[in-house]
């Protein structure tokens, strides 16, 4: 098991940027891929972006590609998401999620490809 804690939420303008952290303690984080999700009210819970677990390899949502950049440092144990560009429908609760498997060659995209979640945190983008 692992806790996951994310921060780095709020608010910012549209075109503006925001760096979310998750710090993640418990098993070995170092051996997991981990990912960001996102969920805005009334919406199905969305991919972001993920990341394996010795971060050569990452993923991201069509809609984020070109903005946003994953990153871990597993000294820190670790993860982050650097949002440029921010637009209003970029609004919602980030969640931070590792993945169930260890030491895959790619991170899982879909929410079933993880067992552990953070509790979220809000960002808010106004127009």
């Known amino acids: 098991q692992v806790q996951l804690v994310e921060s780095g939420g709020g608010l910012v303008q549209a075109g503006g940027s925001l760096r979310l952290s998750c710090a993640a303690s418990?098993?070995?984080?170092?051996?997991?891929?981990m990912g960001w999700f996102r969920q805005a009210p009334g919406k199905e819970r969305e991919f972001v972006a993920a990341i394996t677990w010795n971060g050569r390899s990452t993923s991201y949502g069509d809609s984020v590609k070109g903005r946003f950049t994953i990153s871990r440092d597993n000294a820190k144990n670790t993860i982050y998401l650097q949002m440029n560009s921010l637009k209003p429908e970029d609004a919602a609760v980030y969640y931070c999620?590792?993945?169930?498997?260890?030491?895959?060659?790619?991170?899982?995209?879909?929410?079933?490809?993880?067992?552990?979640w953070g509790q979220g945190t809000q960002v808010t983008v106004s127009s």
């Open positions: 999620a590792a993945a169930a498997a260890a030491l895959t060659r790619q991170p899982p995209i879909s929410p079933g490809g993880y067992n552990n």
């Open positions: 418990g098993r070995t984080f170092s051996s997991y891929a």
